[in-house]
C-alpha cells in the first residue's frame, strides 16, 4: 500500500489517510483510513504430539499395562484428530483409553490400522493421559495376548487464527477527543464463498457480531467513551470461510467546535 501525501506510517503495511470532508454548511467530518484487509480460514494438518512406542501383554502369570502422559499445546485450536500407529505384533483385544474415555476396543493385525478417529473435545493442553491395555486370554492360562505398536502419533487440523483476524491502529490527540460530536465506523465487505460470524471490536470493545453480507456497505456508531487520547485499535475477526474488507474509515464529526469546520 502506498501512502497518500498526509499520510503517517504506524506500522508494516498500515497507513493511516487523514481528510476534512465537508459534507453540508457547519458540518465536518475527519475521516481516519485504514487499509483494505482479507481475512481467511486456514487449516492445516499437522502432528500434535509423538508418543513412541508401546508394549503390553496379559497372561496368566504376566500383565502389563501402558499409560502415557502427553500435552497438545494447540488442543483449542485441533479438529479431526485421529490417532495413527503401526502394529508389529498383536494378539487378543487392545483396548485404548484417552482421558477416561474409550476410543477402540477390538482386535488388530499386524500392519497399518485405520487410523482411530479422537473427538478434540476430550482433550486438554496438558495432562492427557492415554491408556494401553489388552484383554485376558480366559482358561487358556498357557496362552499370552500381547501388542507391540509403534510410531504412535496424534495428528489433528489446525486453523490458523492468525489469519483470520486483523488489528489496525489509528490515532486521536487529546483535542480531538475532547470535541467528538459523533464517529462511526465504515467498511464494505467481498465474500468469497460462505463466510462465518464477523466480529468487529474497536479497542477490545465488540460493536459488530453476525454473519456479515457480502457486497454490502456498513455504516457502525462509536460510542465516544470508546475512543481514547493516543492509539485506537480496530479488530476484524471472521470464525469461517473468506472475506474481503474495503475502504475502512473511521468517520469523526467535530461540529461543535469552530476548530474543526
Not at 474409550?102 to 488388530?108: I, K, P, R
Not at 476484524?236 to 473511521?250: L, T, Y
Request: glycine letters at 6%; charged letters at 25%.
Amino acid at each position: 500500500t502506498t501512502p497518500s501525501s498526509g499520510s503517517s506510517r504506524l506500522s508494516p503495511g498500515v497507513y493511516l489517510d487523514e481528510r476534512n470532508i465537508d459534507m453540508a454548511p457547519g458540518r465536518t467530518f475527519h475521516d481516519k483510513n485504514i487499509p483494505d484487509v482479507t481475512l481467511r480460514e486456514i487449516i492445516n494438518a499437522k502432528e500434535l504430539v509423538s508418543l513412541g512406542q508401546v508394549s503390553i501383554k496379559n497372561s496368566w502369570f504376566d500383565k502389563s499395562i501402558k499409560n502415557i502422559t502427553f500435552r497438545v499445546p494447540e488442543y483449542d485450536v485441533a479438529d479431526n484428530v485421529i490417532l495413527a500407529f503401526n502394529v508389529r505384533q498383536g494378539s487378543g483385544k487392545l483396548n485404548i483409553i484417552v482421558n477416561g474415555h474409550e476410543v477402540f476396543n477390538d482386535v488388530l493385525t499386524t500392519g497399518n490400522p485405520n487410523p482411530i478417529r479422537i473427538d478434540a473435545r476430550i482433550l486438554y493442553e496438558d495432562n492427557n493421559v492415554i491408556e494401553f491395555y489388552v484383554d485376558g486370554v480366559g482358561v487358556e492360562f498357557w496362552k499370552a495376548n500381547s501388542y507391540h505398536i509403534t510410531d504412535l502419533r496424534m495428528i489433528g487440523d489446525i486453523t490458523d487464527e492468525s489469519k483470520q483476524r486483523s488489528r489496525n491502529i489509528f490515532l486521536m490527540t487529546k483535542d480531538e477527543i475532547d470535541n467528538v460530536e459523533s464517529a462511526k465506523l465504515d467498511f464494505y465487505t467481498s465474500c468469497s464463498g460462505r463466510v462465518g460470524t464477523l466480529d468487529v471490536e474497536l479497542n477490545s470493545q465488540l460493536i459488530y457480531s453476525d454473519v456479515p453480507e457480502c457486497k454490502d456497505f456498513f455504516s457502525l456508531q462509536i460510542p465516544k467513551d470508546m475512543l481514547r487520547s493516543g492509539e485506537n485499535t480496530v479488530m476484524f475477526k471472521v470464525s469461517s470461510g473468506e472475506i474481503s474488507i474495503q475502504r475502512i474509515g473511521v468517520k469523526i464529526d467535530y461540529r461543535r467546535h469552530e476548530k474543526w469546520r
